[in-house]
């Protein structure tokens, strides 16, 4: 029934539109980037706020119709070290060493348009499980193998879901049963002011709807606003460097504002495929406890694409300052259609 509604939508959106396939481009003439790696910030305690989530600045077609689905598998762990770890070789689950254990599944669908070349508008919603988990065996035993800390998960009974992170700014983090929960609504504008074959640059706003809940961890109870600017650099025919930086305002007013930053390369010899290293920088929207670094966040991945589809799976970790989930798997596919009004005159 869903299908059959949403075959009528296109053929009723065709009827005003004609569906435009990709003009073929000589290759030397081709621009091989695929843009930053796209994806939410799913580490407690900023999963609740609006993140920006890594545009292109270089602009679209007129009427291009995006929509994309995201799916995110996290893994996350922190336990007290001021508190004495149980003796060695007996596992337990004293509740005061723990702040975070748990594993997550995020689904993100999105779409966004093109009402111009250069303007183009866009929607993300999520829906976040949270649940014991069964990742604790393997991560053990992958840390054990190179001979990496496995930061007290050795004394703790594996695969269990308790969050409880205390701050100073008195918001409740606190989880302790298998949830499932409508994340919140972000609303976006790209606008590319300038273009140029080698630099693009464009400013993004952004609004959250808080369509998420706190009691089930998928978001703040009150709505975001952001601003920043994007910065793509073609800077050879294989390699684009990306620079983002910007602001997020929280409505609550217990929440501090959040600088966003990112900071990435894309390596593209061939048009199907990309390789991205990429940092996104973020300062916390609480203080207390071990929320006083930025974020730091580690993101690899690759990026392939065919016509208008596009793959992209990455893994991302903070290495340097401890501010992000254990790991994080992201998968997204996206499709592009291509859309001109029709010459309707007689």
Known sequence: MHCCIALCMLLCVQSVFGIETAPDVPKEQRDYSKGPLFGKNLYLPYLIHYNFPSLSARSGKQFDFNYHLSVYIVQDVYYV??????????????????????????GEPGVSFNPLRELQVGMDMRIIAYYNGFLDPLLEGFHGAFGFSNGGREYFLQNQLYI????????????????????????????????????????????????????????????????????????????????????????????????????????????????????????????????????????????????????????EEDPFTYQGTDITFNFLFSHTLHFVKSNTSP
């Not at 770890?85 to 995020?106: L, Q």
């Open 81 to 106: 070290k001021n508190n004495a770890f149980p003796a060695d070789g007996v596992r337990t689950y004293d509740k005061k060493n723990i702040e975070r254990d748990y594993e997550s599944i995020v």
């Open 164 to 315: 409880n992170i205390p701050n100073d700014n008195g918001i409740s983090f606190f989880l302790d049963k298998n949830a499932v929960s409508f994340g919140d609504i972000d609303l976006w504008t790209k606008w590319t002011f300038f273009e140029h074959p080698k630099v693009s640059l464009a400013f993004l706003g952004a609004f959250k709807i808080p369509s998420g809940k706190l009691s089930a961890l998928s978001g703040s109870g009150y709505p975001d606003w952001g601003l920043g600017i994007l910065s793509d650099i073609r800077a050879l025919w294989w390699l684009t460097a990306y620079a983002q930086a910007g602001v997020v305002f929280p409505f609550d007013m217990q929440s501090y504002p959040m600088f966003n930053g990112l900071a990435g390369v894309e390596f593209h010899l061939w048009d199907f495929f990309s390789f991205n290293l990429q940092m996104n920088i973020k300062t916390p929207p609480i203080s207390g406890s071990i929320y006083s670094l930025p974020q730091t966040n580690l993101l690899v991945g690759f990026t392939a694409a065919h016509k208008d589809f596009k793959w992209q799976f990455y893994l």
